[in-house]
């Protein structure tokens, strides 16, 4: 009659929420039984009921007994739906719940006063004591139906109520046990929500992070569509645009010149639509696909020379390295990128390029002998995000960007990248 688990109304809100919102998580086991403790109570009634017409050594009509058995259910069943309806918060009145487990008990002792067969009715009472109410009203329900129990049981026997009375002791000890197994089972599950909803929360910040990673992944892509376009697509475009008005400039008098003029700007043109087509799919430069990085650079300083008639020397230092795919593409981008600022800006006649291989970190010099930062002019055909695009890729592979200038005497941009991360 003891046996009983504690159903907080709280748990059974959370657990209802649970189960709406993420149907593929498991059921926890007393929500998956909750139905079986209302079972309990009214199949314990209907039992003590039934021992009670068999019972041939009752007294008195049975009308009225079974006329409190139906008041005990309906007083049970439609008070307990007043209590908790239109409330998702079956805890928001305790006072009525308790009101009801209290006529539950009065009735179930005038009925077990009728016959010995309704104490049966204590193996349901006592689970929904623990099911419908707070722990601290279920306490109280508790001591109030063993207080009746135990004068019920030294009246039948004719014995005193007093501390001398085994009966007391008896069922003092087991009002305590039920207490106890009341709380305990109570802790275990609170205890289990609160595992609950910590898992939950942790999910809800695993989702937080992936929508994170996505929205960053996605800027990650605008920034480098945006460098692409701008080591490429801009750059190319600057030198139509810069031949384009030499050509302009040499007409008519010196339509060889234009004419010449003209033949890189359609080049440059050629060049740019086909590094569009690849920057659409996303694969590395051209230059890269079949030839190493030092050729890679060597063929964009030959045709920046032939471009702009300033002296180009390479060098290259170290044993050549293939290195990751996006070390190489970091490190061309870099080097279009400065020479692309000395033509716009450095008024420089003579660059140099090094490359240089060491044993954990590849390092690129572009030095120009211009008239260095301070005293470049800026340009109209410069839009101030190259530098900026420059870091961040080199940042993007754990290296760095330097830039070392002194007025009238040049500028230096320095690009160093570790080589072990990518390349194990």
Request: charged share 20%.
């Amino acid at each position: 009659m003891l046996h009983y688990v504690r159903r907080t109304s709280k748990v059974r809100r959370t657990c209802k929420r649970m189960l709406n919102t993420n149907h593929h998580q498991q059921t926890d086991v007393w929500v998956k039984w909750d139905w079986l403790w209302t079972t309990i109570f009214y199949a314990s009634v209907a039992v003590s009921t039934f021992f009670m017409l068999v019972d041939d050594g009752r007294d008195g009509t049975v009308w009225l007994p079974l006329a409190l058995t139906a008041v005990l259910l309906l007083w049970h069943g439609v008070g307990l739906w007043f209590a908790y309806r239109g409330s998702k918060n079956q805890e928001a009145r305790p006072y009525l719940q308790f009101f009801i487990i209290l006529g539950d008990i009065g009735l179930w002792f005038v009925l077990v006063n009728f016959s010995p067969a309704y104490y049966f009715v204590l193996a349901g009472l006592f689970s929904q004591i623990f099911r419908q109410l707070p722990i601290p009203y279920a306490i109280a329900a508790t001591l109030l139906l063993i207080t009746a129990i135990i004068y019920q049981q030294s009246s039948e026997a004719g014995q005193s109520v007093s501390l001398d009375n085994p009966i007391v002791w008896i069922y003092l000890f087991a009002g305590a046990s039920s207490i106890l197994l009341g709380v305990w089972m109570s802790a275990i599950i609170d205890q289990s929500m609160q595992r609950r909803q910590l898992i939950e929360q942790l999910e809800r910040t695993q989702a937080e992070l992936a929508a994170t990673k996505r929205h960053e992944g996605m800027l990650e892509e605008r920034q480098r569509l945006a460098r692409e376009i701008h080591d490429t697509l801009a750059q190319g475009f600057t030198s139509i645009v810069m031949h384009l008005e030499a050509a302009e400039q040499a007409m008519p008098d010196q339509p060889e010149t234009a004419q010449k003029h003209l033949e890189q700007a359609r080049t440059t043109a050629r060049a740019s639509l086909e590094q569009a087509r690849r920057v659409v799919q996303d694969l590395r430069p051209g230059m890269l696909e079949n030839q190493s990085l030092p050729d890679a650079i060597r063929r964009t300083a030959v045709r920046w020379q032939e471009e702009t008639n300033i002296p180009v020397t390479t060098t290259v230092t170290g044993t050549s390295t293939a290195l990751h795919p996006d070390m190489e593409v970091t490190l061309l981008r870099a080097v279009q990128e400065a020479l692309n600022n000395i033509r716009k800006h450095a008024r420089a006649t003579a660059v140099q390029i090094t490359l240089s291989y060491m044993a954990d970190v590849v390092i690129l010099d572009v030095q120009d002998n211009g008239v260095g930062i301070n005293g470049a002019a800026p340009s109209s055909l410069s839009g101030g995000y190259g530098l900026q695009a420059m870091r961040e890729r080199a940042a993007q592979l754990g290296g760095a960007v330097e830039i070392e200038s002194v007025p009238g005497e040049g500028t230096t941009v320095v690009v160093s990248i570790p080589i072990g991360v990518l390349n194990q």
